[in-house]
């Protein structure tokens, strides 16, 4: 079946412009999670949702950073006024009870 | 908050032999993530366990609670096994955002 997809692939951006990438999980995992690597740098955890429970945004970065979803569906992360530091690879993970299957991730350049 | 610690950094070893890459975390968990990244590639997830030991083909995964340590082995290495390992944790009952280590870089040359 289809696996977890996100979009676009890359994205340039100029600093201090808004992003926004995608997450489609795979149907029926109830539980969506944004991950971030930088550069020669770990996996680090964003954001996770779990059905219609609040989302844990522990590891967001700043409050430039957001993201919604959709039901069990769609999820959007959202960078504000996006800074060079922000350049990384996003992944984006789904799961049922705790094994996670990871996107291919957007990499995103702010220059 | 946990931190996850891996070792060896880098290895690079002859097609053929017996790897095993270590990973120790500092908080108990609900949870322990073997994940594989290729180059340019995806992360796939190759075990997830909370007790004991697993295997899935050429690879094992152990883990021991008590020490807060556990290995992932794989037998009869092949350059295709070449890709970043990384262990990860997760302590919410299983079902939360993980907490990685910064990976093992694992190099089989033929």
């Known amino acids: 079946g289809a696996g977890v997809s996100q979009s676009p692939s890359n994205k340039v951006t100029e600093k201090g412009k808004d992003v926004e990438l995608r997450c489609d999980p795979i149907?029926?995992?109830?539980?969506l999670y944004w991950y971030r690597q930088r550069l020669g740098q770990g996996l680090e955890f964003l954001i996770y949702?779990?059905?219609?429970?609040?989302?844990?945004k522990s590891g967001l970065p700043s409050d430039r950073f957001s993201a919604e979803r959709t039901g069990e569906s769609v999820s959007t992360l959202t960078i504000q006024r996006t800074q060079q530091e922000d350049s990384a690879v996003y992944l984006c993970?789904?799961?049922?009870?705790?094994?996670?299957?990871f996107g291919p991730g957007t990499r995103l350049t702010v220059l | 908050k946990n931190e996850v610690e891996q070792s060896p950094q880098n290895l690079t070893a002859q097609e053929g032999e017996f790897i095993t890459i270590n990973c120790s975390y500092s908080v108990g968990i609900s949870a322990l993530h073997w994940l594989q990244q290729h180059p340019g590639g995806g992360i796939v997830s190759l075990f997830m366990l909370s007790s004991g030991k697993k295997k899935h083909g050429r690879l094992i995964a152990t883990i021991n609670i008590q020490e807060k340590h556990s290995s992932l082995h794989i037998t009869a290495s092949h350059p295709r096994d070449s890709a970043v390992y990384i262990c990860?944790?997760?302590?919410?009952?299983?079902?939360?955002?993980?907490?990685f280590g910064k990976g093992t870089h694992l190099i089989i040359q033929p």
């Open positions: 990860a944790v997760s302590t919410g009952g299983g079902a939360d955002g993980l907490t």
């Open positions: 149907s029926g995992h109830t539980a």
């Open positions: 949702f779990q059905g219609n429970s609040a989302p844990d």
């Open positions: 993970a789904s799961s049922t009870y705790a094994e996670q299957f």
